[in-house]
C-alpha cells in the first residue's frame, strides 16, 4: 500500500495538480513530499490521491487535490509570510500553506475536525498551524493582519469582512454562489491598499457554516 501511495501522490502532484495549475518547483515539491493520507479518514486512504472531495464529518469534505493545486497557484504563497484559513477541515491544505509560509492560522467550527487536523499536523511533524475552534463569522475584523486570507468553504454571497484581515499587498481567496455553479476569486490589495478583484474559474465546494445567504421572498 505505501508503495501505491507514493506513486499515486507523484501522479496527483505532477499529473493532476501542475496540469491545473503554475506551480513552482518548490510548491510542485512540497505536495509531492506531503503525505495527504495522513489527514484522509481511514476508510477513504486508498482513494486519498483521487481528485474527489473525500467526505468528513459533519458533511464537509476534503478539497480536491486539483482545487488545492489552484488556490496555492492563486494565492501565491511566500516564505515568511502569515496566512488566515478559515476553515480547517482534514487540516491537508493548512499543512501545504504552512510548508510554503512562515505561518498559519486556522479558524475550525466543529470541535472535533480541528482536534483531529491538529492530531494529523502533529503526525505530518508541522508546527507552524494554529487552530482555533471557533466560527469565523464571529471574528473581530481587523484584529490580525495577514499576508494571505483563503476560505475553503463558500460564499453563497460575497462577504468583505474577511478582507480587513489583510495587510497592504495581501491576496484573498474565496468561492462565490451556488451550486452547482460557483466562482472562484482573488483579491488583491496593492501596498498601497488598492483593491483588485479577478474571477478565476467555476468551481464547486461545501458552504461555510453560517455564511450569510440571499433572502428570498416567499409567496
Not at 491538529?118 to 494554529?130: C, D, P, W, Y
Request: hydrophobic share 45%.
Amino acid at each position: 500500500m505505501t508503495d501505491t501511495l507514493a506513486t499515486a501522490r507523484q501522479q496527483m502532484t505532477y499529473q493532476q495538480m501542475r496540469a491545473a495549475s503554475v506551480l513552482t518547483d518548490v510548491e510542485l515539491g512540497v505536495l509531492s513530499r506531503l503525505h495527504r493520507e495522513q489527514f484522509t479518514p481511514e476508510a477513504w486512504r486508498p482513494l486519498a490521491y483521487a481528485d474527489i472531495a473525500v467526505p468528513l464529518a459533519h458533511g464537509q469534505h476534503m478539497l480536491p487535490p486539483t482545487l488545492v493545486g489552484r488556490i496555492i497557484d492563486a494565492v501565491d504563497p511566500r516564505p515568511g509570510e502569515r496566512v488566515l484559513e478559515i476553515g480547517t477541515g482534514s487540516g491537508y491544505l493548512s499543512a501545504c500553506l504552512a510548508l510554503l509560509t512562515a505561518s498559519v492560522q486556522s479558524i475550525e467550527i466543529h470541535d472535533d475536525l480541528a482536534a483531529a487536523a491538529r492530531s494529523h499536523l502533529r503526525a505530518a511533524g508541522i508546527g507552524n498551524v494554529e487552530i482555533e475552534n471557533t466560527d469565523a463569522f464571529a471574528l473581530a475584523a481587523g484584529t490580525q493582519a495577514f499576508d494571505i486570507v483563503v476560505l475553503t468553504g463558500s460564499l453563497p454571497v460575497y462577504d468583505a469582512r474577511f478582507e480587513a484581515h489583510l495587510k497592504p499587498g495581501g491576496r484573498l481567496f474565496a468561492i462565490v454562489g451556488d451550486a452547482p455553479v460557483m466562482e472562484a476569486r482573488l483579491v488583491r490589495l496593492s501596498p498601497q491598499a488598492e483593491r483588485q478583484e479577478i474571477s478565476l474559474f467555476e468551481t464547486a465546494c461545501d458552504p461555510l457554516i453560517n455564511a450569510p445567504r440571499v433572502a428570498r421572498f416567499e409567496f
